[in-house]
């Protein structure tokens, strides 16, 4: 049953995940080409405003999952509804703080990219979309938390996935008629908000004892306070190149916002559909943890981190070699500003295998609930991000804030697997490094092979959907093989897992 839980959540993960990027690749070059590289520049620094407020969340909703393992584990309704009840309070709460501090966001950010564009367009575009955020604190987050702790993310993944085509699909009729900018996201926006209904539906037909007003249990949330400093990490290490960026820039700030915002909708697509893997499985790791099932764990545990590795470094190949070509394609009509830098191309692929390869661990850590034996490191990883971006921005522009997200990530990968290996899942940190390395040589000479192969400067999509083709499964072939050579009853075991669960089906 776990497994079919968890091979439902990553599958429909999957498909989210796939919706997104096909939303995130053709959405943004419709709003490129109709409004420019400064409005796509202010849309992509808003949202990343946004986030950083979203710290009002507070830790909430990852403190309350993890509350819940236990308790769902043992069919403890009572308990569950206090814990529900607690994580209610606290969202209201915070939608009230994240409220005050949109409306300090509508007022500042004018001042901060130097009057490029309209004020009341820019003002009008942070309400709209802070829109969907304040609805997830009032409305939707508490049943979210349910369905994930449940092993039932599933559900809100595919009424995300509907809501995410349908907002494309909008989005794009309403450009071609000629709409602002600000009526395409505000429509954009009220869509999103359509899934509370349904999530809200499955959620009270699915679960009829829900009672959201029971006594509530706060001291369950005992993790939140940690949890919400690894948000805090978590915010700066990934989303403060932008704010970097948009101050430290000038007047120029909004154009370099706009090339770092379109490379990373390739990052984005991969990290999203890396997650999808992991988000499966959280919550299924921690009902086995709940339950001191370690031998189950330890299995479990090296079958996916073999399975994830080899998705991660085919990914890292096609990435290595086809992001540049991508680029010039995806811009090819845009002159305001130089897209195509092969600095950047490189800068991204590290940085992407960086945040990736610690996923196995991180989602280990994750659904043991250990967030405040690993703040120092989470703490430390932000000031290595910090520091060095702050001293390279200003010679080396965009590329060296990405130093800073390289080196970081690079520290808290190597400390994840450690920490795995010394606390959670003893005796695995040797073969998790040994599986890195052996995937990263047949990634490099992968790599050196394609770009000296695949042309660096393509015209259309057709051609490039042509050599990703061709790359993808040469990178699948090599990668595969490789790790099947070296690990054949891991392989083995890994295709008998898999065949499990399909014929459950």
């Not at 092969?342 to 250990?370: D, E, S, Y």
């Not at 997200?405 to 920490?419: H, P, T």
């Not at 899942?425 to 092979?449: D, P």
Request: aromatic content about 10%; charged content about 15%.
């Amino acid at each position: 049953m776990r497994s079919k839980l968890a091979f439902k959540n990553m599958t429909a993960n999957l498909l989210l995940q796939v919706i997104v990027f096909l939303s995130g690749i053709i959405l943004p070059r419709f709003i490129l080409e109709a409004y420019g590289s400064s409005v796509n520049g202010m849309i992509t620094s808003v949202n990343q405003f946004l986030t950083y407020l979203g710290l009002a969340e507070a830790g909430v909703g990852t403190a309350t999952v993890v509350a819940l393992y236990n308790p769902l584990a043992l069919k403890r309704t009572d308990e569950v509804n206090s814990i529900l009840s607690a994580s209610r309070r606290f969202y209201n709460r915070s939608g009230m703080l994240f409220l005050g501090l949109v409306l300090v966001l509508v007022y500042v950010y004018p001042f901060l990219i130097s009057q490029q564009l309209d004020n009341g367009l820019v003002r009008g575009m942070i309400l709209v979309l802070a829109g969907s955020t304040l609805v997830d604190y009032f409305f939707l987050g508490k049943y979210r938390v349910l369905l994930t702790a449940n092993q039932e993310g599933y559900v809100v993944a595919l009424i995300q996935s509907a809501g995410t085509v349908v907002n494309m699909v909008v989005s794009i009729l309403l450009i071609y008629m000629g709409s602002s900018v600000l009526v395409v996201k505000a429509v954009a926006t009220g869509v999103y908000m359509l899934r509370l209904f349904l999530v809200k539906a499955y959620a009270k037909r699915r679960y009829p004892q829900l009672d959201f007003h029971a006594e509530p249990k706060e001291n369950a949330l005992k993790q939140k306070n940690a949890a919400l400093l690894h948000q805090v990490v978590s915010i700066i290490v990934n989303n403060t190149d932008t704010a970097i960026l948009t101050v430290c820039l000038g007047s120029r700030s909004l154009l370099e916002v706009s090339v770092y915002g379109t490379y990373m909708l390739v990052v984005n697509a991969v990290n999203q559909l890396m997650t999808s893997f992991s988000n499966g499985l959280t919550a299924g790791f921690g009902e086995v943890i709940a339950k001191g099932e370690d031998e189950v764990l330890k299995k479990s545990y090296s079958s996916y981190e073999y399975m994830y590795m080899v998705i991660l470094f085919i990914v890292i190949a096609c990435m290595g070699v086809l992001i540049l070509p991508f680029i010039k394609v995806y811009t090819i009509n845009l002159k305001d500003v130089e897209y195509v830098r092969p600095v950047l191309g490189a800068l991204f692929t590290l940085i992407v295998l960086m945040q990736n390869v610690r996923i196995p661990g991180l989602t280990i850590i994750c659904a043991a609930g250990h967030y405040k034996e690993t703040r120092r490191q989470a703490i430390l990883e932000a000031i290595i991000h910090l520091v060095v971006s702050l001293s390279f921005v200003w010679k080396f522009g965009m590329a060296g804030v990405l130093a800073g997200a390289v080196c970081s990530y690079g520290y808290r990968s190597c400390d994840i697997v450690l920490y795995n290996n010394k606390y959670l899942i003893k005796g695995s940190g040797k073969m998790s490094f040994i599986r890195i390395f052996r995937n990263g040589v047949a990634v490099g000479v992968l790599i050196c092979l394609g770009i000296f192969i695949i042309p660096q400067e393509m015209t259309s999509f057709i051609s490039w959907f042509f050599y990703a083709a061709g790359m993808g499964s040469a990178a699948v072939v090599i990668i595969v093989a490789v790790n099947y050579l070296a690990e054949p009853q891991e392989f083995k075991e890994l295709l008998v897992r898999v065949k499990g669960i399909l014929g459950k089906r």
